[in-house]
């Protein structure tokens, strides 16, 4: 198993105390990684009763506060809070006068840039934004996951260095994203982690109910081969009815489906057009074969043919 690789603390004697505002599954591990680095965890706040024992079996011995006291606290703070909190957290902080000039201010939203930190800016505090494209556990397992991570940063030309030697120190490889491509850059993670974990999940459930006594064990080795391919190889690696033109199975998967799983018909949908798309694109689905298919993934009545169902029949008669 890969190991986080951190630098030896006297290379570097400007050890930093650390807070963390926000013990979600995130603030935690990457606290707890700058201290493998020689930095020095001090304060943490959570609201709910599960981030408060995620700190404490994260963070021992760190007090929890609240996030004023955090901010008075430490020299970096991470701000470890969902996207939509955050504008409104680093305003009130702001206007409070938590802010302190000098002061390390590091959210890990991957939405956001710096420029969500102005407030604090104009407070004297150091802005930065560090998203590791990473799903955290919210247990200790996440820091050995920080061992070639990539992060978002983005950050004032000045602070790039440390942003740089930050990530660094966790563990991660930074990957410089400009402020107006922030939006773009998450939705991709998004669409390639979040949404894989929503098929995943269904493809399980779709075959327990076909009887599969381990569905975690099936697709294992098939998803681990398919995410390989598609990492080397990209629309190349597509394979599967619908980049073959089977409309007839393509149509057979719809109506099963609906039959057992009506609420993941208009995803299978979308991904299979998607699919058929990039097919087309790259020339693996034939165009003679893509219009019956396409008129499967419109969600027309189509038999087990892939032929529509009501052509040739009587009541269709001229």
């Not at 996030?67 to 939509?84: F, H, M, S």
């Not at 909190?85 to 710096?114: C, D, F, I, K, N």
């Not at 990957?175 to 491509?181: G, Y």
């Not at 599969?212 to 597509?238: I, T």
Request: aromatic share 2%.
């Amino acid at each position: 198993m890969s190991t986080v690789q951190h630098p030896d603390p006297s290379d570097r004697p400007a050890r930093l105390t650390v807070g963390v505002v926000g013990a979600g599954r995130v603030g935690p591990a990457l606290a707890a990684s700058l201290q493998l680095a020689g930095h020095r965890p001090v304060a943490v706040s959570g609201v709910s009763d599960t981030s408060r024992r995620r700190a404490e079996a994260m963070l021992p011995d760190v007090p929890l506060v609240p996030p004023a006291e955090v901010l008075q606290r430490a020299d970096l703070v991470l701000l470890t809070v969902p996207d939509d909190a955050l504008p409104g957290l680093v305003t009130g902080l702001a206007e409070t006068g938590a802010v302190r000039p000098g002061q390390l201010l590091v959210h890990t939203s991957g939405r956001y840039g710096a420029r969500v930190l102005d407030p604090a800016l104009r407070a004297g505090a150091l802005p930065l934004a560090l998203h590791p494209a990473m799903t955290f556990t919210g247990t200790p397992v996440d820091v050995q996951r920080l061992a070639g991570c990539a992060f978002g940063v983005t950050a004032p030309e000045e602070l790039r260095l440390a942003a740089q030697a930050l990530v660094i120190e966790m563990g991660g490889e930074p990957e410089w994203i400009l402020e107006e491509n922030r939006p773009l850059y998450h939705a991709a993670l998004a669409l390639g982690a979040n949404h894989l974990v929503t098929l995943v999940a269904q493809a399980m459930e779709l075959l327990r109910t076909a009887g599969v006594e381990a569905p975690d064990r099936m697709l294992g080795p098939l998803l681990g081969a398919a995410l390989d391919n598609a990492l080397r190889s990209g629309d190349a690696a597509l394979t599967g009815p619908v980049a073959r033109g089977d409309a007839g199975t393509v149509a057979a998967h719809v109506t099963e489906l609906r039959r057992h799983a009506p609420q993941a018909v208009d995803g299978y949908l979308a991904m299979a057009r998607a699919t058929a798309d990039r097919a087309l694109a790259y020339g693996l689905l034939k165009p003679e074969l893509a219009e019956d298919l396409l008129g499967v993934l419109a969600n027309r009545a189509v038999d087990g043919n892939g032929t529509d169902g009501t052509e040739g029949t009587e009541g269709n008669a001229r």
